[in-house]
């Protein structure tokens, strides 16, 4: 069974690593690839393995996702407490698609209706708000996250994708207890200001695309090419010449990944929980086989020197190619 770990001060426990379901429905593969009973097996794999802590939101599908999984833990039958859902508010939806950021507190009280009825429960474990909304202030935002907190429909607070000092404004509102963000071996944006930020608050932080979208389980090359619906094709970093530039960083995982008799999924993934006691990944998935194996992670224990070299062969400007065009980057809030 996999370990806890502890988000935030307020009392969030959660598995050591998570299970992002966001591939489930959405962005990653072909449409035709996805196959809900082996997505709902892998949940209940995950939740036989001890991996509780399951992400979500409404913008995925969009709302097919938080569907997906009420259906799962129906069909898994656990008790209610014995798993932490997360899921995300914060985008406008219209016509089925996203049109716009969110979070006026009128909209905050309507969104987490829609998703306590989707997800077929009382209480959302964690909440996070999706994308910052630049048009309201986050102390607002915040204040309407709160009452959901006092009236027992969410018990604990997150941020996505937030700048140092939104989080600083946020948590002075109300307690934060996790930050979301893109964090991994060939993604560190967060290493200069935020890491230290969330330290100093006692915030925790879920990495979501631990493996780099799948380029850091080394079955990526420059050749690999992505279904036209694929949204890795959309991201300045998979075009061919930088990810030919980046199979560097793929050789060293993949390297230390022989020598330890591991996959170099296992040790990208290890990379991160020997960052701090205070970080979270969260990979995502669709299929069982490739659950287990991100799972296996937790136990693959990485030397000093180990650590030491993945730290310098991911280090920014080492990694060719901006993580995300200008479009994707204008919704970060940093």
């Excluded at 709902?40 to 802590?53: M, Q, Y």
């Excluded at 901006?322 to 479009?327: A, L, T």
Aim: net charge neutral.
């Amino acid at each position: 069974m996999l370990p806890k770990r502890s988000l935030g001060t307020q009392g969030l426990s959660v598995s050591a690593i998570g299970l992002g379901l966001m591939g489930m429905s959405q962005s990653y593969g072909a449409p035709e690839e996805r196959d809900e009973r082996e997505s709902i097996a892998t949940i209940r794999r995950a939740i036989e393995l001890g991996c509780t802590f399951l992400d979500t939101a409404e913008i995925y599908g969009p709302y097919v996702n938080e569907e997906l999984l009420a259906r799962a833990l129906k069909e898994v039958g656990v008790a209610r407490e014995s798993v932490v859902i997360a899921t995300k508010f914060g985008f406008r939806i219209e016509n089925g698609k996203m049109s716009g950021t969110d979070s006026r507190p009128e909209h905050v009280r309507q969104a987490v209706e829609g998703s306590l009825r989707r997800l077929n429960t009382d209480y959302i474990d964690l909440y996070y708000q999706h994308r910052v909304d630049k048009s309201v202030p986050i102390e607002d935002t915040v204040g309407a996250m709160a009452d959901l907190v006092r009236q027992g429909k969410v018990r604990y607070l997150g941020l996505s994708e937030a700048g140092e000092q939104t989080i600083r404004r946020a948590h002075a509102v109300h307690p934060i207890s996790a930050l979301q963000s893109e964090y991994s071996l060939w993604e560190r944006n967060l290493e200069p200001q935020i890491i230290p930020a969330l330290r100093e608050l006692g915030i925790g932080l879920v990495s979501f695309s631990p493996l780099g979208k799948g380029f850091l389980t080394g079955k990526i090359n420059e050749t690999t090419t992505f279904d036209s619906t694929d949204f890795r094709n959309t991201i300045p970093r998979f075009t061919p010449e930088n990810r030919k530039a980046n199979l560097a960083l793929v050789d060293l995982v993949t390297r230390i990944a022989e020598q330890k008799k591991v996959t170099p999924a296992q040790v990208a993934l290890a990379w991160l929980l020997h960052k701090g006691q205070d970080i979270v990944p969260i990979p995502g998935t669709k299929r069982r086989k490739y659950l287990e194996e991100n799972l296996g992670a937790a136990v693959v224990s990485l030397k000093s020197e180990e650590m030491a070299a993945l730290d310098a062969g991911g280090a920014s400007g080492k990694v060719s190619g901006v993580r995300y065009g200008p479009v994707q980057q204008a919704t970060i809030d940093r």
